[in-house]
């Protein structure tokens, strides 16, 4: 089966570095793309960042456009987010997820594109 497991959350302060990992199983790695996810308490889960295994398409969203860099170790079957400048906004439970939708649409932050989900991660920013 699909699994996803996502690790490097943790508590830092405003304006450090974190490094997300997303370890992917149990699929053709290159056939999908994968994307970050966040939710903060009482909020919608967000589309950060995706990235197409294949071809190295990626998407930002415009809130971490600049701060954030996402990339793949195919060897590995791993994603990572690597996220910089950190802000208390981005505080919350960052999830990878898998997609095989960017084929016919492209990469984007829809959650309804997206079909396996890891466990998440927490990432906490302090001021």
């Known amino acids: 089966e699909v699994q996803l497991v996502e690790s490097g959350g943790g508590l830092v302060q405003a304006g450090g570095s974190l490094r997300l990992s997303c370890a992917a199983s149990g699929f053709i790695f290159e056939d999908f793309g994968i994307g970050w996810f966040r939710q903060a308490p009482g909020k919608e889960r967000e589309g950060v960042s995706a990235?197409?295994?294949?071809?190295?398409?990626?998407y930002y969203a415009d809130s971490v456009k600049g701060r954030f860099i996402i990339s793949s170790d195919n060897a590995k079957n791993t994603v990572y987010l690597h996220m910089n400048s950190l802000k208390p906004e981005d505080t919350g439970v960052y999830y990878c997820?898998?997609?095989?939708?960017?084929?016919?649409?492209?990469?984007?932050?829809?959650?309804?594109?997206?079909?396996?989900w890891g466990q998440g991660t927490q990432v906490t920013v302090s001021s």
């Open positions: 990235i197409s295994i294949s071809d190295g398409e990626t």
């Open positions: 997820a898998t997609t095989t939708d960017h084929w016919e649409n492209g990469l984007g932050p829809d959650p309804f594109a997206y079909d396996n």
